[in-house]
């Protein structure tokens, strides 16, 4: 990652870090954070966001919206079977569906999220 792009990630961050701390809610913004958590390293930081959401609102556990976050929470922290089930409970949804779809089929397809094909660069790097 360049120093541009961490940098451009920051500024991001902190902009969906405001976004989020006035709606909890805000799914998309949520989903982005998660994202840009888990490719700087910091996917701890991301359970306060999720916890978050739940203290604004006790029932976010049925949001289609808050299923696909904690989906990818629990998929980019190694629990692809939790992952599975968040992501089957937002798959019926409209604005969701399509997304939690597809990521149930990348897990089910590399449960164990290895990098396809990284067995050519071990041995490329061997010669």
Same mark, same amino acid.
């Given at each position: 990652?360049? &120093?541009?792009? &961490?940098? !451009?990630?920051?500024?991001?961050?902190?902009?969906?870090?405001?976004?989020l701390w006035k709606?909890?809610?805000? *799914?998309?913004?949520?989903?982005?954070?998660?994202?840009?958590?888990? &490719?700087?390293?910091? %996917?701890?930081?991301?359970?306060?966001?999720?916890?978050? #959401?739940?203290?604004?609102?006790?029932?976010a556990s049925v949001?289609?919206? *808050?299923? *696909?976050?904690?989906?990818?929470?629990?998929? *980019? !922290?190694?629990?692809?079977?939790?992952? $599975?089930?968040?992501?089957?409970?937002?798959? &019926?949804? $409209?604005?969701?569906?399509?997304?939690?779809?597809?990521?149930?089929?990348?897990? %089910?397809?590399?449960?164990?999220?290895?990098?396809?094909?990284?067995?050519?660069?071990?041995? #490329?790097?061997?010669?």
């Amino acid at each position: 990652m360049t &120093r541009h792009h &961490r940098q !451009s990630c920051k500024s991001q961050g902190s902009n969906i870090d405001t976004a989020l701390w006035k709606d909890n809610n805000h *799914y998309h913004a949520l989903a982005r954070c998660l994202e840009l958590a888990w &490719r700087a390293g910091h %996917v701890d930081q991301a359970d306060k966001f999720l916890k978050k #959401a739940i203290e604004n609102n006790p029932r976010a556990s049925v949001d289609a919206g *808050y299923n *696909y976050c904690k989906g990818l929470h629990e998929w *980019y !922290s190694g629990e692809p079977n939790a992952a $599975l089930q968040a992501f089957n409970r937002a798959r &019926r949804d $409209l604005e969701w569906g399509e997304r939690a779809l597809y990521n149930m089929i990348e897990i %089910v397809l590399n449960p164990d999220n290895e990098i396809i094909g990284g067995e050519v660069l071990d041995h #490329a790097e061997e010669k």
